[in-house]
């Protein structure tokens, strides 16, 4: 059983920064691509960032150059640096990582349960 944490959500003004952090647990053979993807009211899931196992970024055009993603393979971690926030910006925030199971050697894609991110005045 692998279990994603995220925490670092929160309430800031527009311009402000946030940073969220993602542990991975469990049943960890390996951890291969990992991600931020969220989800405002009435909208559907949307791609944040992701990082690769030998650190290549991809960004969402809506954040690219705002946000930052980087990863402590170490401790099994992915981290989402959020800078000029925009009230656009307010949504759930999940972690997601493409995990390899330390038993089956099987990989599946995980996600947390999300941490809620509010930017306003």
Same mark, same amino acid.
């Given at each position: 059983?692998?279990?994603?944490?995220?925490? /670092?959500?929160?309430?800031?003004?527009?311009? /402000? *920064?946030? =940073?969220?952090?993602?542990?991975?647990?469990? *049943?960890?053979?390996?951890?291969?691509?990992?991600?931020?993807? =969220?989800?405002?009211?009435?909208?559907?899931?949307?791609?944040?960032?992701?990082?690769?196992?030998?650190? =290549?970024?991809?960004?969402?055009?809506? #954040?690219?150059?705002?946000?930052?993603?980087? %990863?402590?393979?170490?401790?099994?971690?992915?981290?989402? %640096?959020?800078?000029?926030?925009?009230?656009?910006?307010?949504?759930?925030?999940?972690?997601?990582?493409? #995990?390899?199971?330390?038993? *089956? %050697?099987?990989?599946?894609?995980?996600?947390?349960?999300?941490?809620?991110?509010? #930017?306003?005045?």
């Amino acid at each position: 059983q692998v279990q994603l944490v995220e925490s /670092g959500g929160g309430l800031v003004q527009p311009g /402000g *920064s946030l =940073r969220l952090s993602c542990a991975a647990s469990g *049943s960890i053979f390996g951890i291969y691509n990992m991600g931020w993807y =969220r989800q405002a009211p009435g909208k559907q899931r949307e791609l944040v960032a992701t990082i690769t196992l030998g650190g =290549r970024e991809v960004y969402g055009d809506s #954040v690219r150059g705002r946000f930052t993603i980087s %990863r402590d393979n170490a401790k099994s971690s992915v981290f989402l %640096r959020m800078n000029i926030l925009k009230p656009e910006d307010t949504a759930v925030y999940y972690c997601s990582a493409d #995990v390899k199971d330390g038993f *089956s %050697r099987l990989s599946s894609l995980h996600w947390g349960q999300g941490t809620q991110v509010t #930017v306003s005045s």
